[in-house]
């Protein structure tokens, strides 16, 4: 692990994050939320909705990536998900700190790296056979609005991937056409393919902008799918 700029009695807090997107990262704590800068997030981008970071219960069965913060240093500590394997295996990720600086104007191209962020997360619970729920991040935040992706098979036997959101997202022009007078949300399923899942990744991102949240408003909570 990297050195930590802490001192002996320093406390580190569990801190959810949002996507770390164009240079950015909020940390949610039972102290409260702040947005930062992370000069060097090459590490925490490819560490993100992979499965190999520590997470805490979002509720049943459904869980949020966490790392440890120390607010007055800007450290924060990234644990792996699992144990230590035993002597001699190698370890897919290992603890590391990384340094936070307070909050700058985002990089550009924010809005191409929330949804490489999405892709990455989407491509994960596929893989996995888990499902993503896009929510406002927070340790108290509520469950609407969401934006919600899984693959399921149909009465057919038909595999499709299928992004649900609620409430229905405004001034969206992609969802519009799957929007219904009166429905609390929409949906839109296909059969599963390579195109399905880079579909599902401009619909889940596109679902955000309309809630008028921003990429570091929200959280990915990731569930576990019964057998």
Same mark, same amino acid.
């Given at each position: 692990?990297?050195?930590? %700029?802490?001192?002996?009695?320093?406390? +580190?807090?569990?801190?959810?994050?949002?996507?770390?997107? &164009?240079?950015?990262?909020?940390?949610?704590?039972?102290?409260?939320?702040? /947005?930062?800068? /992370?000069? @060097?997030?090459?590490?925490?981008?490819?560490?993100?909705?992979?499965?190999?970071?520590?997470?805490?219960?979002? &509720?049943?069965?459904?869980?949020? #990536?966490?790392?440890?913060?120390?607010?007055?240093?800007?450290? +924060?500590?990234?644990?792996?998900?699992?144990?230590?394997?035993?002597? &001699?295996? $190698?370890?897919?990720?290992?603890?590391?700190? +990384?340094? /936070?600086?307070?909050? #700058?104007?985002?990089?550009?191209?924010?809005?191409?790296?929330?949804?490489?962020?999405?892709?990455?997360?989407?491509? @994960?619970?596929?893989?996995?056979?888990?499902?993503?729920?896009?929510?406002? !991040?927070?340790?108290?935040?509520?469950?609407?609005?969401?934006?919600?992706?899984?693959? @399921?098979?149909?009465?057919? &036997?038909?595999?499709?991937?299928?992004?649900?959101?609620?409430?229905?997202?405004? !001034?969206? $022009?992609?969802?519009?056409?799957?929007?219904? %007078?009166?429905?609390?949300?929409?949906?839109?399923?296909?059969?599963?393919?390579?195109?399905?899942?880079?579909?599902?990744?401009?619909? /889940?991102?596109?679902?955000?902008?309309?809630?008028? +949240?921003?990429?570091?408003?929200?959280?990915?909570?990731?569930?576990?799918?019964?057998?």
């Amino acid at each position: 692990m990297t050195d930590l %700029p802490l001192d002996a009695g320093d406390t +580190l807090l569990p801190a959810q994050l949002s996507p770390c997107v &164009g240079g950015l990262v909020r940390t949610w704590t039972e102290q409260g939320t702040r /947005l930062w800068s /992370l000069p @060097h997030d090459d590490v925490l981008v490819a560490a993100q909705s992979t499965g190999v970071l520590a997470r805490s219960v979002r &509720g049943e069965q459904r869980f949020r #990536e966490t790392a440890l913060l120390h607010e007055e240093s800007g450290t +924060l500590v990234l644990t792996p998900r699992f144990p230590d394997r035993a002597a &001699g295996e $190698e370890l897919s990720f290992q603890s590391s700190a +990384l340094q /936070l600086e307070p909050a #700058e104007e985002a990089r550009p191209k924010a809005r191409e790296d929330f949804a490489r962020a999405v892709n990455q997360a989407v491509r @994960h619970v596929a893989a996995t056979f888990e499902y993503l729920v896009i929510e406002v !991040g927070g340790w108290d935040a509520p469950f609407e609005p969401y934006a919600f992706f899984a693959l @399921h098979v149909d009465e057919n &036997g038909r595999q499709l991937s299928t992004v649900e959101v609620a409430p229905a997202p405004r !001034g969206s $022009e992609l969802w519009q056409p799957h929007l219904r %007078p009166g429905s609390p949300g929409a949906s839109v399923s296909a059969p599963l393919s390579a195109e399905a899942i880079d579909g599902a990744t401009f619909y /889940l991102a596109d679902a955000v902008a309309g809630f008028d +949240l921003l990429p570091w408003d929200v959280a990915f909570t990731f569930g576990v799918r019964e057998a």
